[in-house]
């Protein structure tokens, strides 16, 4: 059983930058893959970025160059450094992980264990 809870949404003017992070507990598979997901009102959940068990990353061409996925193991934490916002960014942001040895890419049916979400708004 995995929980997960991401916190540092908020609201930010267009250029600015958030970080969010996503706390992980519970019994986690030594390899697994995480990844940050949003949805916005009216639209499918589409991944953002995703981080392999080896450390390798993956980008959603809209965000490239502006976000960084990236994760603590000692502290069991998930980030996303968001910079550069843009209003289309808005959203909830999730993040999630995957029990699988190999990258589970951006679509979110290969994602095991869900956050609550965390809202993003920029203007």
């Known amino acids: 059983h995995v929980q997960l809870v991401e916190s540092g949404g908020g609201a930010v003017q267009a250029g600015g930058s958030l970080r969010l992070s996503c706390k992980v507990s519970?019994?986690?598979?030594?390899?697994?893959?995480m990844g940050w997901f949003r949805q916005a009102p009216g639209k499918e959940r589409e991944g953002v970025a995703t981080i392999g068990s080896s450390g390798t990353t993956e980008y959603a061409d809209s965000v490239k160059g502006r976000f960084t996925i990236a994760k603590n193991n000692a502290a069991d934490t998930l980030y996303l450094e968001m910079n550069s916002l843009k209003p289309e960014d808005t959203a909830m942001y999730y993040c999630?992980?995957?029990?699988?040895?190999?990258?589970?890419?951006?679509?979110?049916?290969?994602?095991?264990?869900w956050g609550q979400g965390t809202q993003v708004t920029v203007s």
């Open positions: 999630a992980l995957a029990r699988k040895w190999y990258g589970a890419g951006l679509a979110p049916g290969q994602y095991d264990y």
């Open positions: 519970g019994y986690v598979y030594s390899r697994y893959c």
